[in-house]
């Protein structure tokens, strides 16, 4: 830490603290860092394809193919497809890896910091991708190979948000951690691009070509986060004061000695200090368990937090986005008019990226709460009638091609919604809602819940739709579920997301602290807290500031 001054901490920050100007740097390093969301993605997208590729599909099965005539060889074309099994244990395995790997991460972020536990999440991506790469036709190697991957992807993606949610500036924080999201939706699109150029490959090129991509993406963010700097919160964590004021100075792009950066320095640092007393650090176990502290309506505990963090991420999951983007291209198969389901899958893909960037000026302009309130209104609108349509006209026996194009329709407009509201804000909320002696853990365990339910939906879906014996064959009718799932996701947003739209972390915990659930509807920050954050200056209070949203509560 040379030529870095020691730094002097003020006791309580100031209220009316000035954020330092968003310089292009500060942009670019988050733009950076949100390029971990293409793993989430693409790994989340060649999957769907891939099992519906026929050189994989014979490997699997032995069903002969005829790269001529585009049609099996002695079976029915709806009947050349995977076992419901084999499908639902390849994709699901990827969330299962993932599930644990988000878990471990918060506690791997926290000893060694954010940056390392990204990159060895790519090193534990690429072993995971060399099984995958290596199976020919054995389940079990690829299964391998999955869950191997899934560790690393569940590494990267907990802690890229945490990375992100700590070294974004306030003003732009939820549109920064939105575009998490974008990547992640890139990622799929990308890999259905790749899937879609090699599908009908007659060899193992159709599925080891968008596998062997990835390496791609490791090589990128390991490489980047070299030189990206560590998050000065981390560093405050670990009393590292010094360390923190050259590296806020770095992602703020202000000079270490400015006023700036002693402010926000002050204001991190006062607060984690406030935390600390309040949150027992008493053992591993304790720590632990202080995620779960707390009453669920008022107090300072952490229990509502967490289940804030990881109920957005439940919900989010619930809405059935992962129906579309695992199964989709075998249920528009299943449909029977389409001939191409390759394109439509790339066509929902398209439409899930191009209508995220919307939520980057939403989510600051309207807010967290209204956008999820009206994602979730638009989703059941739009589901009930793709389920409506679907079971009345849409199903493979009827062969209405007019009813199978409104479906598609529908489903792109259900996409937008998520795409626009659900998908992003559901990040934005589990980056912010944590306090910093908790927050890796809290991501980790929202961003596991994320994998969980991820995991579920890949698991009971192709029972749900499949037609074979021992499935539902719900077919189009499993858009009721979806729907019906929704209205819990309406009711989680009127009900516990409190709105966090301008502020700082710091500000946020002061909120979390003060917000009581109101019957009228929704969290609201209390008198108090409107009263510290506007009017008047609390000095016992640490790390509150005048958010411009809260000035007239
Ligand atoms: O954009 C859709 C994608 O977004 C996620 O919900 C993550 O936020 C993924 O599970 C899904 O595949």
Redesign the pocket.
Known sequence: MVGVAVFPIAGTADLSRVEAPVTLKAYLLCAFAAFGGIF??YD?GWMSGVLGMPYFITQYTGIQYDYETGQPIGVDPTAFALPSSTKSLMTSILSCGTFFGALIAGDVADFLGRRPTIIIGCAVFCVGCILEMASTNQVALFVMGRLVAGLGVGFISATILLYMAEVAPRRFRGALIASY?FC??LG?LLANCVVYATANNNGTSSYRIPVGIQFLWALILGIGLFVLPESPRFHVMKGKINAAVRDLSLVRGQPIDSEYIKDELAEIVANHEYEMQIIPQTSYIGSWMACFQGSLFKGNGNLRRTILGAGMQMM??LTG??FI?YFGTTFFQQLGTIHNPFFISLVTTLV?VVSTPVSFWAIEYLGRRPLLIWGAIGMIVTQLIVAVVGVTAGRADVHDDNAVKTMIAFICIYIFF??STW?PV??VVVGECFPLPIRSRGVGISTAS?WFW?CIIAVITPYMVGNEPGSADLGPAVFFIWGSLCVLSLAFAYFLVPEMKGLTLEQINVMMEETTPRKSGGWRPTRTFATQMGRVRDDSRPGTGKPESLATV
């Open positions: 989430f993605g989340t999201q992640v939706t799929i989010q999951q986005i992962n983007f899930n998520f795409a998908g559901g990040w994320n991820n």
